[in-house]
Every structure is written in C-alpha cells, then in structure tokens.
T-cell receptor, first 115, second 111 residues
Framework: DSGVTQTPKHLITATGQRVTLRCSPR?????VYWYQQSLDQGLQFLIQ???????AKGNILERFSAQQFPDLHSELNLSSLELGDSALYFC??????????????FGPGTRLTVL | GESVGLHLPTLSVQEGDNSIINCAYS??????FIWYKQESGKGPQFIID?????DKRQGQRVTVLLNKTVKHLSLQIAATQPGDSAVYFC??????????FGAGTRLTVKP
C-alpha cells in the first residue's frame, strides 16, 4: 500500500459525459501528479500540482482539467468524454515540487470505461 | 520525433538468474531517467533513477546503466525472484518537467 488513495476504483460512463476522479496523497506529500495509462499509448504524464498550484503540464487535453485543494487532495475532471478516453488514470504523490530525485508514490488507479 | 522506447517487449528468465531490461531514448536533453515496476492491477512503483551526468547507479539488487553515447538505458536485476515478475517502464524527464514513459517490458520469472 503506497498510502495514495484514489476513488472511484471503476467508473463506467457514456460518451459526452463528464466525470471527476479523486486522489488523496500520502500524508505530508505536497505534490500530486496525474497519469493516463491506455493500451495504445502507454503511461502518459498529464499534470502536476504542488501545494495547490499547477507546477507542470504534460499531454493533457483541453477537455481535461485538474485542481488541488487546500487539504492537498486533488481532482481530475474529464469532460466531453470520448471512447478513446477509456484508460487507467493514476495519481501519484511526492514530498517535493520538482521531478528530480523525488520519488513518486502511485495510487491503485481508477479504471474509466467510456461506452 | 522524440521517443522513449524499449528493445524487448517480453523477457522470460529463470529464478535466480540476472535480468537485463533495456530502454532506448532518442532525445539527449533530459535531466534524468527513472525505472518503474508495475505489477498486475497495481500502480507503477519507483525502482531507481539516474541523473543524466551519471553512468551507473546501484540500489538493492538493481543497477541502472546509462550510455549516453548510444542513448541507451538498462536495468539489471540480480538474482531475479518470482516477485520481480511485472512490467518495467523507463521514463525520461526533461528540464521542462516533461516526463515520457517507454512502452514497458513484461518480465516473467520461471521457478
């Protein structure tokens, strides 16, 4: 158990809908990262938040957005969902704000299925 | 374009043998590289990382080698155990916090 929690574990929805994925980092960790893992794209970094502010952006679509709240939990919002958004979404947390020598601890993931 | 990839998609080894998992990268403008392990149904787990100005780093039973001349990264696992069976990813981190992962290699350890 990494100490990072994600809810829900599974999510099934229809195209065009909007969903929110939730992540609680390990106690004391200030950074939260979101990743998408699909069969054809592998694991892709989406976005990072540090202490409530956006720190780094990866391959995140404009239809997706995230935020980190004062209690440091984070939410990833996916809107206008398409079939291709079906994937595993992982959250990770780390103590510091950069990506250098800063071990990331991954949650168990949320499996999103768009029908 | 820039990419991070793996030479072998699958690797099968005998328990107790050493394993070597390889990764090729095409862009040399990166700060460091990371190896992750992902077991079935779980999230990726950090194994070891190496800074771009190093050529070798050792951890517990694992060693990462970086050859910048040929843009090649490898993960060596000593005395491979059944619990090492998983998918292993390399990741490349650039200064702009651009993190890219390889496709993954599935390691299977035979008893």
């Amino acid at each position: 158990d990494s100490g990072v929690t994600q809810t829900p574990k599974h999510l099934i929805t229809a195209t065009g809908q909007r969903v929110t994925l939730r992540c609680s980092p390990r106690s004391g960790d200030l950074s939260v990262y979101w990743y998408q893992q699909s069969l054809d794209q592998g694991l892709q970094f989406l976005i990072q938040y540090y202490n409530g502010e956006e720190r780094a952006k990866g391959n995140i679509l404009e239809r997706f957005s995230a935020q980190q709240f004062p209690d440091l939990h984070s939410e990833l919002n996916l809107s206008s969902l398409e079939l291709g958004d079906s994937a595993l979404y992982f959250c990770a947390s780390s103590r510091k704000g950069d990506l250098s020598y800063n071990e990331q601890f991954f949650g168990p993931g949320t499996r999103l299925t768009v029908l | 374009g820039e990419s991070v990839g793996l030479h072998l998609p699958t690797l099968s080894v005998q328990e107790g043998d050493n394993s070597i998992i390889n990764c090729a990268y095409s862009n040399s403008a990166s700060d460091y590289f990371i190896w992750y392990k992902q077991e079935s149904g779980k999230g990726p787990q950090f194994i070891i990382d190496i800074r771009s100005n190093m050529d070798k780093r050792q951890g517990q039973r694992v060693t990462v080698l970086l050859n910048k001349t040929v843009k090649h990264l490898s993960l060596q696992i000593a005395a491979t155990q059944p619990g090492d069976s998983a998918v292993y990813f390399c990741a490349e981190v650039k200064r702009a916090h651009d993190m890219r992962f390889g496709a993954g290699t599935r390691l299977t350890v035979k008893p």
